[in-house]
């Protein structure tokens, strides 16, 4: 069993940055690949980014590709989501997720968490 909690997320302006944190809990963190989601008001959930389990492959969509950096620290069950250059086009609800595979499909995710709001203002 793996709990997430994410944090991080508040309010800022665009062209500002923000670093989201998702902690995750059981021995066996560094076996799950990590994503993050995101899901916009009125919007459908969306992939935003990816890393394996020892941190060495990542791989981004689109929208974020540039602008955002995913990271993970096993020695603290840590996965982060690094946001610059950010548009009010960002704001959402961020979700981390952990999946015994490497899938970027919302069905295939193990474990989720509970999500952390950010909002970029114009």
């Known amino acids: 069993q793996v709990q997430l909690v994410e944090s991080g997320g508040g309010l800022v302006q665009a062209g500002g940055s923000l670093r989201l944190s998702c902690a995750a809990s059981g021995r066996t963190f560094s076996n799950y690949a990590m994503d993050w989601f995101r899901q916009a008001p009125g919007k459908e959930r969306e992939f935003v980014a990816i890393?394996?389990?020892?941190?060495?492959?990542?791989y981004y969509a689109d929208s974020v590709k540039g602008r955002f950096t995913i990271s993970r620290d096993n020695a603290k069950n840590t996965v982060y989501l690094q946001m610059n250059s950010l548009k009010p086009e960002d704001t959402a609800v961020y979700y981390c997720?952990?999946?015994?595979?490497?899938?970027?499909?919302?069905?295939?995710?193990?474990?989720w968490g509970k999500g952390t709001l950010v909002t970029v203002s114009s």
């Open positions: 890393i394996s389990g020892s941190g060495g492959s990542t």
């Open positions: 997720a952990a999946t015994w595979g490497s899938s970027t499909k919302e069905d295939d995710m193990d474990y």
